[in-house]
């Protein structure tokens, strides 16, 4: 298996651009997570689905941020429009919902707005 | 969420093993204790995880104090490899309410001299 696939790898926009970043989970885990990752805040879990369907999405920091998950094998997170303050890396985790074992995680989106 | 302690950093040599630390006083009967280690510009990696028993794995070995207040992650011959911040979390059994959250703190940096 390749893995949680993320991309891009690296994202470079100006404040006000829309931004679109993409997560394939590991076939067959039906939870996904998006965690967000700045030197000042560590890594923080934005939402959070289980079988494609948002559970929580308590640590979104505000409406221009958005998250989908259409079918198994496919996440988006948007940010519209973004602004500096956005920038850190974004990862995608993925594993068996209702398993004590551990999240998989991909390499991640390393986003700067400008 | 339950919190856990863990010294911000900590060094070792190559091919020495490496005991890393964690306190968790308040933990309660049913929470998983869980590692993960980032390694610099990567996303975070599954360790290992325990509940009561000490646990052993490839990349690790878990020990668990009797009281479950503490837990240490032993890395029985350290490479350069092994130079990561490694985060020791706390999850609720499945069944919480939050059971599928990972909240990470700041973990330990692992510094490993050749």
């Known amino acids: 298996d390749a893995g949680v696939i993320q991309s891009p790898r690296h994202e470079v926009t100006e404040m006000g651009q829309e931004v679109t970043l993409r997560c394939k989970p590991i076939s067959g885990h039906n939870s996904l997570f998006w965690y967000r990752q700045t030197m000042m805040r560590g890594l923080e879990l934005l939402i959070y689905?289980?079988?494609?369907?948002?559970?929580?999405d308590s640590g979104m920091p505000e409406d221009r941020f958005s998250a989908k998950m259409p079918n198994a094998s496919f996440s988006t997170l948007k940010i519209q429009p973004s602004e500096p303050r956005d920038s850190a890396v974004y990862f995608c985790?993925?594993?068996?919902?209702?398993?004590?074992?551990?999240?998989?995680f991909g390499s991640g989106t390393r986003l700067t707005v400008v | 969420d339950a919190k856990t302690t863990q010294p911000n950093s900590m060094e070792s040599n190559e091919e020495e093993p490496v005991h890393l630390p964690c306190n968790h006083s308040t933990i309660s009967g049913t929470d998983y204790i869980h590692w993960y280690r980032q390694l610099p510009s990567q996303g975070p990696e599954y360790v290992i995880h325990?509940?009561?028993s000490n646990v052993n794995n490839r990349m690790a070995s878990l020990a668990i104090a009797e009281d479950r207040k503490s837990s240490t992650l032993i890395l029985h011959r350290a490479t350069l490899r092994d130079a990561a911040v490694y985060y020791c979390?706390?999850?609720?059994?499945?069944?919480?309410?939050?059971?599928?959250?990972?909240?990470f703190g700041k973990g330990t940096l692992l510094t490993v001299n050749p």
């Open positions: 325990g509940l009561t």
């Open positions: 985790a993925s594993s068996f919902a209702h398993s004590p074992g551990g999240y998989t």
């Open positions: 689905f289980n079988n494609n369907v948002p559970i929580d």
């Open positions: 979390i706390l999850r609720p059994a499945l069944g919480g309410g939050s059971n599928y959250k990972l909240t």
